[in-house]
């Protein structure tokens, strides 16, 4: 089912003590909302924050995992690992852990079909870099990147897929796609999953936006249609500016 989330990428950001404080300051000043509310600390402090937010309803991600069961992959997390802290989300695919850690599609979909095993949710993150943008190539760019990781599962397990669309020159740059831009890629996106799927789930699948976005900007962004909500850096790193882009959905 569709629905309405704004989600905080923290990044390798926040101490422990540093956590816990914007923990307790989002939970202090969180609105009522309908709309669900996730952070994603770095690892270490992911099982600090589940304690934190046990009475609370902002949820808890993680950033990133294995799609190993377990095993000899040094500095890796796994499925299980996540889900004995009671988390269920995960983050796949961002744009720094493919341009940087060289994470591929192939990988990806792998991480993603462990997840679907372990019945997790994932975000799953893709975006055109701005030279494929530039040379007019973006809905191809993300078109490939859907189905080389996505479009081997089956209709069912995407109710477990939140779609989260960050184009790479949008990400931490203070640069964002327009409302128009975004509103143009999510429309895309879901028509590509319609030819393929159908439309129930096509238009049943939530597609976050992510990339800069601000509290001066949220607004207008998430009242595109097919905008269901953003995946927010840097701005999720700060109480009251996230609360405000909360407050925008
Ligand atoms: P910024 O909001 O800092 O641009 O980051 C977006 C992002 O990468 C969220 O995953």
């Not at 934190?52 to 990133?64: D, G, H, P, R």
């Not at 509290?215 to 405000?244: C, M, Q, R, T, Y």
């Amino acid at each position: 089912m569709r629905s309405k989330i704004v989600a905080g990428n923290w990044k390798m950001n926040k101490t422990l003590k540093e956590t816990e404080a914007l923990l307790t300051e989002l939970s202090a000043k969180r609105p009522d909302t309908e709309a669900e509310i996730i952070v994603a600390p770095t690892f270490v402090n992911l099982a600090t924050a589940v304690n934190n937010l046990e009475s609370s309803v902002i949820q808890v991600a993680a950033q990133n995992m294995h799609f190993a069961e377990n095993g000899a992959y040094t500095g890796e997390i796994s499925a299980d690992m996540l889900l004995g802290i009671g988390i269920d989300t995960v983050i796949l695919g961002h744009s720094e852990r493919r341009s940087l850690f060289g994470e591929t599609d192939d990988f990806l979909s792998k991480k993603v079909d462990t997840a679907m095993a372990k019945n997790m949710r994932v975000i799953f993150c893709f975006g055109e870099e701005l030279q494929e943008r530039q040379a007019d190539r973006h809905f191809a760019v993300v078109e490939s990147q859907l189905k080389n990781a996505l479009f081997h599962l089956d209709a069912s397990a995407w109710q477990k897929i939140v779609l989260a669309y960050e184009p790479v020159w949008a990400i931490g740059t203070g640069e964002t796609a327009s409302p128009e831009q975004a509103q143009e890629m999510h429309a895309f996106i879901r028509k590509t999953i319609d030819e393929k799927y159908g439309a129930s789930v096509a238009q049943n699948v939530t597609v976050l936006y992510g990339g800069s976005v601000k509290p001066n900007n949220a607004e207008e962004i998430f009242s595109k249609p097919d905008v269901d909500g953003g995946l927010i850096g840097g701005a999720s790193l700060k109480a009251d500016d996230f609360v405000e882009i909360i407050k925008a959905i």
